[in-house]
């Protein structure tokens, strides 16, 4: 099998999915129970929100988690391939595993770290299941999430450099940049999803990184996690597939995707502070004929109909932070502000509309 394409950066995914992909939609009191509540109560919450999900099976006749990383992780420039975590590289779907020749499914909290293999629920939970090439998986192994010291690249079956790392003293791995806020948001799912209620493991995030004989229930990197989750936002490729896995198969989201400041109450700068979601909504509130415009900015962004009665349009970033504060102009600039994504907040004092932007260096 040949590589079709590969992706560079995040960017240009984002780009490429644009055309496809819509806004996601998080259902109307999905997350009700979790707000204003901290620390474990929170994650009690969250996790009863996003437990008892539909189960399918890792190989079977039916529907099982092959059929759905190809829905999930489909190609958007060539829907009969699926697209690879650490590589970005792009193969055909139809080939599954093939005696070796075509693709695997990735455990990215390692099925190992916990001991629990492939077994229906916590080891089919395609929230933190991907394609991958079986070289780059058996290189990766059940090694933890860190930034490595003593960097060794990693190649795929194809002889591909990833633009992920293996460390050479540590039993770590380094995805490649574009994808480490992915990888941290479906570790973090893992460690709410499963906290030993219902006869599966408690999984537990740690700053300890394990041995590769360690079939201890934890996965670390936390600290590195966190910042892997900071520094490269969710996209819209993670929003597709949280909905597709929501609305199609398993009925549950992932949290941290649709929420990211979560991570930072459970285990970043939040802790012992309650969670209440930020009012913004990905949903047009009423104010008509509104355009906000490029969608992927540098240095200046433009709002047509513009009236005399907006009277404030606020720049969030995605952990809800306000970045940018104006009042009754046609265009914001945006120059200083760090590559990710951004909700732009445009009221009159009775209605709001907001939209999503992503900004480019």
């Avoid at 394409?5 to 109307?28: C, G, H, M």
């Avoid at 009690?44 to 999930?72: A, C, M, P, R």
């Avoid at 390692?110 to 299941?129: E, M, P, Q, Y």
């Avoid at 597939?241 to 549950?252: L, V």
Wanted: charged share 25%; with cysteine.
């Amino acid at each position: 099998m040949k590589k079709n394409k590969r992706y560079s950066s995040k960017i240009d995914l984002i780009l490429l999915l644009v055309p496809f992909l819509s806004i996601a939609q998080i259902p109307s009191g999905y997350y009700s129970n979790a707000e204003g509540n901290l620390d474990d109560d929170l994650k009690y919450e969250l996790n009863q929100i996003i437990d008892n999900h539909t189960e399918f099976y890792y190989t079977s006749s039916g529907t099982d988690v092959w059929d759905i990383l190809k829905e999930t992780d489909k190609d958007p420039n060539n829907s009969n391939n699926v697209i690879l975590i650490y590589s970005g590289i792009s193969v055909d779907a139809a080939q599954e595993y093939n005696n070796n020749n075509g693709w695997t499914r990735e455990h990215v909290w390692a099925k190992s770290r916990g001991d629990f293999g492939t077994d229906i629920g916590v080891g089919t939970d395609v929230h933190a299941l991907r394609p991958l090439d079986n070289t780059t998986n058996g290189i990766r192994n059940n090694r933890g999430f860190d930034n490595c010291s003593d960097c060794v690249d990693v190649y795929d079956k194809w002889s591909n450099n990833t633009g992920s790392k293996r460390d050479n003293t540590e039993w770590s791995f380094e995805p490649r940049n574009e994808v480490k806020g992915d990888v941290a948001r479906m570790i973090f799912y893992m460690a709410v999803r499963y906290e030993g209620y219902d006869s599966y493991p408690d999984l537990e995030l740690s700053e300890t990184i394990l041995g590769n004989t360690d079939k201890s229930p934890l996965h670390g990197k936390l600290s590195t996690l966190i910042e892997w989750h900071r520094n490269d936002p969710v996209d819209s490729w993670e929003e597709n597939r949280n909905d597709i896995i929501y609305n199609n198969y398993q009925n549950n989201r992932n949290p941290f995707i649709d929420y990211p400041e979560l991570a930072e109450h459970l285990w970043g700068n939040q802790i012992h502070v309650e969670w209440n979601p930020s009012t913004l909504s990905l949903v047009d509130n009423a104010i008509s004929n509104i355009s906000v415009y490029p969608s992927v900015v540098s240095d200046v962004l433009f709002i047509t109909n513009v009236e005399n009665s907006i009277i404030d349009i606020v720049v969030y970033n995605f952990l809800g932070e306000k970045v940018i504060s104006t009042k009754n102009t046609n265009k914001v600039d945006v120059k200083e502000l760090s590559s990710g994504v951004y909700i732009i907040n445009i009221a009159d004092g009775l209605h709001q509309t907001n939209r999503k932007f992503i900004k480019n260096s």
